[in-house]
């Protein structure tokens, strides 16, 4: 079972540049998330889905924007890169609806704003 | 604002001892807490998980104890192996929204 799969795993990029990471998971899951993680700091929300065709502001959404055509995938666009940003990017997904149990991380993409 | 405070920060144990890592939040309205285990480069797996009525939970060698009236929580990591070698994440869910907030984590290194 793949579980969460996110590609690319690493990516270097120059101020000013775009690019979309992606996000699959074979789960049937509803909901799925976009976090970002820094040095000492918790894990904080991008943004999130509640299911295709859907999509939410988070914690930190300023620069970056998502899409959800497909139940299975969830897309993280940086339209104009900027150093600020550079950071750990996990995506996350879960059931949804009334469940409260697990989220099932994937393993991460690296991304440096030089 | 809902807050989740881990300590400490990080520490060091030989291999074989015992440790327990703390977790404090201000949640509210409280749905469930859990503990995640991150290896480095990796994403986070989770451990346990328990809600309001829940007073410890057991995984192998992790056992988690919450105290919902004082809002704290524990992870004790018995006998410690060099594969414990992790940042251990607490992570509290709010009823409303089911909300997650995540705390900075314990990053623990194991020692031959």
């Known amino acids: 079972n793949a579980g969460v799969t996110q590609t690319p795993k690493f990516r270097v990029l120059k101020t000013g540049q775009s690019m979309t990471l992606l996000c699959a998971q074979d789960?049937?899951?509803?909901?799925m998330y976009w976090y970002r993680q820094d040095p000492g700091m918790g894990l904080r929300l991008i943004h999130y889905?509640?299911?295709?065709?859907?999509?939410a502001k988070g914690e930190v959404p300023d620069g970056y924007n998502v899409s959800r055509l497909k139940k299975q995938n969830f897309l993280l666009g940086l339209e104009s890169a900027a150093p600020s940003q550079t950071s750990v990017y996990f995506c996350a997904s879960e059931p949804g609806g009334s469940y409260t149990g697990e989220l099932f991380f994937g393993e991460g993409s690296r991304l440096t704003v030089l | 604002k809902n807050q989740v405070e881990q300590s400490p920060q990080s520490l060091i144990i030989l291999e074989g001892k015992n440790c327990t890592l703390q977790?404090?939040?201000?949640?509210?309205?409280?749905?469930?807490l859990r503990w995640y285990k991150q290896d480095t480069g990796r994403g986070p797996v989770s451990l346990t998980i328990m809600t309001f009525s829940e007073n410890t939970k057991s995984n192998g060698r992790y056992t988690a104890t919450l105290d919902a009236d004082t809002k704290q929580s524990s992870l004790h990591i018995t006998a410690s192996q060099l594969s414990d070698s992790a940042s251990y994440i607490c992570v509290v869910s709010a009823a409303a929204g089911n909300k997650l907030t995540f705390g900075g984590g314990t990053r623990v290194l194991v020692k031959p």
């Open positions: 789960m049937n899951h509803e909901y």
């Open positions: 889905s509640v299911g295709e065709g859907t999509t």
């Open positions: 977790c404090n939040y201000t949640v509210s309205p409280f749905s469930n």
